[in-house]
């Protein structure tokens, strides 16, 4: 059962918390009779998940209904999809009973606006993205949800739909992009998503990012490929896979364009763009070569091209970065409906150009824009799905509207021991969260009740256990604050000062990643461990740090370079050969553990004087793997549990062990966990 409160919804999550995703707890309200009565099953469907908060976050895409300016849906980067039938002051979700929460394209069919389209899998790349299970269509305004195919493309960066037939769709499949695959490309329907041709394939590598159809006539296509791949260590677009593709049979042939005045060098990721007034108008927005380490590079080719002649001949018109800023994670260009020269580019800053692309202004909707539909029918309409949400406006953009939206994406959550307890995490494109995990006041908990205590979007906020007016809480570049409730002031307490920002980890003296670990050690609330590929220890607040181990990872350094591809992107979420997890024994002081994300577990059990690898002891464990957790039995010294994540190594498969006899031995308990392409 849904229900709908002013400004944000509330709502039953489905499934348990991920690495990402809105803080949730379970209530015990419903739960009625002896526990000794009930399965382990039994106990946890009847406990219910509720929404505590906090509001955020990114929206990845966004449509409305034509000439209704009270209905809009958007699709949050992993948070399902919502609709709103009041001009976008109440929202619900709509996508919950379904197995997929990232969503990466939303079309409405123009012939029937009872009839939505949905493709899964974020497109906008980044280390922490999600990826999507295929197609999925409404034919009841988003009410029930059918799946339709396409389970393997990983991410859809655009669907398409025939201006009169809502049964014949084209979709752009990105691919999951962590390995070779088929699996990608441009594909059509014409019978409704029940069978599926392949029919624009260029090459296990590259996938299609954007397809438009000509608003005026329906056999002319203009697709986008590109060729990337990433992995736990770098992200690399662009190469020969990458290109802008012409069909004038519904998609039946293909003809790559080449020349003519388009780019002669390298290409990667491309956004393309038209408008019903002109179908001789095309915008491509090019990711060219800005990295003489990963290609040759004489000099910047440019960013904008524009055709005038239907796609025949095109020119550069503007080379400004501002238009594609950090290529790989926007690249989106949308035209007015009723001006081809009207065009708005979604990037770092929101920006508008009125002549053809060659000029722009600045305008504010939100930052990391990804998203823009514009109605044609009432072209002053607008809607944007940014990193803070979504932006609406009804008059062309002069002003902006944003609700707050409950689809936060926390990185880890945590909790303290006051009563009610409250809940910690850090909000991606936020700040740090601290809210309660109940409320005295009835009707939920308002988005008034939490707070930030220091660090920032990346990482863990951890509260000493003894004292909960002290939080720990991360950053990326390896910052670390101490907040203290009383004074509501956090201290810097970095490990090391410099900042690491743009530099690739094999350059640092101490690589920190995005989300390095934080722990307090059970047994001393004084004693805190951080990670970089050392463990580093205070036990007096931060003032001092004392590295208390060798290196524990492989200090690959062919992991540890620069990464991008044509355009060097952030390195922090990339950096590699660095520790992922932490963890202190609850019963046996001293016994700690630890884990990076190239794959080793050490052990020490004298506090930190040795350590011992016992990766080798850990039956069928493929190499590179990310230990993402390590958790010390609270009921023998000797037993932890510890999970592998292996997706960004193209292996989706789970990876759990346990270990009794402190790491000389362990068994794997992944055997009975469902397998699929989240698993």
Same mark, same amino acid.
């Given at each position: 059962m849904r229900r709908r409160i002013h400004g944000l919804c509330g709502y039953r999550l489905t499934r348990a918390l991920g690495t990402l995703g809105m803080v949730a707890v379970l209530s015990s309200a419903s739960f009625t009779g002896a526990a000794s009565q009930v399965t382990q099953s039994d106990l946890f469907s009847a406990l219910p998940y509720r929404h505590i908060g906090p509001v955020g976050n990114r929206v990845s895409a966004v449509t409305g209904v034509p000439g209704d300016p009270n209905t809009y849906y958007f699709g949050a980067a992993s948070g399902g999809v919502f609709r709103s039938t009041d001009g976008g002051h109440h929202w619900t979700p709509i996508f919950d009973d379904e197995d997929v929460a990232s969503i990466g394209a939303i079309a409405i069919a123009p012939s029937a606006d009872s009839v939505i389209w949905v493709g899964t899998g974020e497109a906008f790349i980044r280390s922490n993205v999600s990826i999507g299970n295929g197609v999925y269509r409404s034919t009841d305004r988003g009410d029930t949800w059918e799946h339709k195919?396409?389970?393997?493309? *990983?991410?859809?960066?655009?669907?398409?739909?025939?201006?009169?037939?809502? #049964?014949?769709?084209?979709?752009?499949?990105l691919g999951d992009l962590y390995g070779p695959q088929e699996a990608r490309g441009i594909f059509r329907t014409m019978d409704g998503g029940n069978t599926w041709d392949h029919v624009l394939f260029v090459d296990e590598f590259s996938g299609g990012v954007d397809i438009v159809m000509d608003p005026n006539d329906t056999q002319i296509l203009f697709a986008a490929t590109w060729q990337m791949f990433m992995q736990t260590w770098g992200r690399w677009s662009g190469g020969p896979g990458s290109g802008i593709y012409m069909s004038r049979d519904a998609g039946d042939s293909w003809e790559r364009l080449e020349g003519r005045g388009l780019p002669?060098? %390298?290409?990667?990721?491309?956004?393309?763009? %038209?408008?019903?007034?002109?179908? +001789?108008?095309?915008?491509? !927005?090019?990711?060219?070569?800005?990295? =003489?380490? &990963?290609?040759?590079? /004489?000099?910047?080719?440019? $960013?904008?091209? =524009?055709?005038?002649?239907?796609?025949?001949?095109?020119?550069?018109? +503007?080379?400004?970065?501002? !238009?594609?800023?950090?290529?790989?994670?926007?690249?989106? !260009?949308? $035209?007015?409906?009723?001006?081809?020269? /009207?065009?708005? @580019?979604?990037?770092?800053? @929101?920006?508008?150009?009125?002549?053809?692309?060659?000029?722009?202004? @600045?305008? +504010?909707? *939100?930052?990391?824009?990804?998203?823009?539909?514009?109605?044609?029918?009432?072209?002053? =309409? %607008?809607?944007?799905?940014? #990193?803070?949400?979504?932006?609406?406006s009804t008059d062309r953009g002069r002003s902006w509207w944003r609700p707050r939206l409950p689809i936060a994406q926390m990185y880890h959550v945590n909790t303290d021991t006051r009563v009610p307890y409250r809940v910690y995490g850090n909000r991606q494109d936020g700040a740090t969260q601290m809210g309660p995990s109940n409320s005295l006041r009835g009707g939920g908990i308002s988005i008034g009740e939490w707070q930030s205590v220091g660090g920032c979007e990346t990482g863990f906020s951890v509260p000493d256990p003894e004292n909960p007016d002290i939080v720990w809480a991360g950053c990326y570049d390896g910052i670390l604050s101490r907040y203290d409730h009383q004074s509501r002031l956090a201290r810097r307490v970095n490990v090391w000062p410099a900042n690491a920002e743009g530099w690739p980890a094999g350059e640092l003296r101490y690589r920190f990643q995005w989300t390095f670990p934080?722990?307090?050690?059970?047994?001393?609330?004084? =004693?805190?461990?951080?990670?970089?590929?050392?463990?580093?220890?205070?036990?007096?607040?931060?003032?001092?740090?004392?590295?208390?181990?060798?290196?524990?990872?492989? +200090?690959?350094?062919?992991?540890?370079?620069?990464?991008?591809?044509?355009?060097? #992107?952030?390195?922090?979420?990339?950096?590699?050969?660095?520790? &992922?997890?932490?963890? /202190?024994?609850?019963?046996?002081e001293g016994v700690i553990w630890t884990g990076s994300n190239d794959g080793f577990i050490h052990v020490s059990v004298d506090g930190g004087q040795t350590w011992t690898n016992v990766t080798a002891n850990l039956p069928d464990l493929p190499p590179w793997g990310t230990v993402s957790n390590i958790e010390p039995s609270s009921h023998q010294a000797g037993t932890a549990y510890l999970t592998v994540d292996l997706h960004q190594q193209g292996d989706p498969d789970p990876y759990v062990y346990k270990t009794a006899d402190f790491g000389a031995s362990w068994v794997s308990l992944s055997q009975t966990i469902p397998r699929s392409v989240f698993a």
């Open positions: 195919g396409l389970s393997t493309t *990983g991410r859809i960066g655009r669907v398409v739909v025939h201006p009169t037939d809502p #049964d014949v769709v084209y979709v752009a499949a002669t060098g %390298m290409m990667g990721k491309i956004g393309l763009a %038209m408008s019903p007034m002109s179908s +001789n108008r095309i915008y491509a !927005l090019i990711e060219t070569n800005s990295n =003489r380490d &990963f290609a040759p590079l /004489e000099e910047h080719e440019g $960013v904008l091209w =524009r055709s005038d002649d239907a796609g025949t001949n095109w020119s550069m018109v +503007n080379a400004d970065h501002t !238009l594609a800023q950090r290529p790989l994670y926007y690249s989106r !260009l949308v $035209v007015a409906p009723d001006n081809p020269d /009207e065009v708005h @580019f979604l990037s770092t800053r @929101f920006s508008r150009s009125l002549n053809g692309g060659e000029d722009v202004t @600045f305008g +504010n909707p *939100g930052g990391d824009s990804h998203d823009m539909w514009i109605d044609p029918l009432i072209p002053d =309409r %607008m809607i944007v799905g940014h #990193d803070g949400g979504l932006s609406i934080i722990h307090i050690s059970p047994h001393d609330n004084e =004693r805190v461990y951080v990670g970089s590929q050392h463990v580093h220890v205070t036990t007096d607040g931060g003032q001092s740090w004392e590295i208390l181990s060798p290196d524990l990872t492989t +200090n690959d350094k062919t992991k540890q370079q620069k990464t991008g591809g044509l355009t060097p #992107d952030d390195a922090g979420p990339t950096y590699a050969s660095v520790l &992922f997890a932490i963890a /202190e024994s609850p019963l046996q």
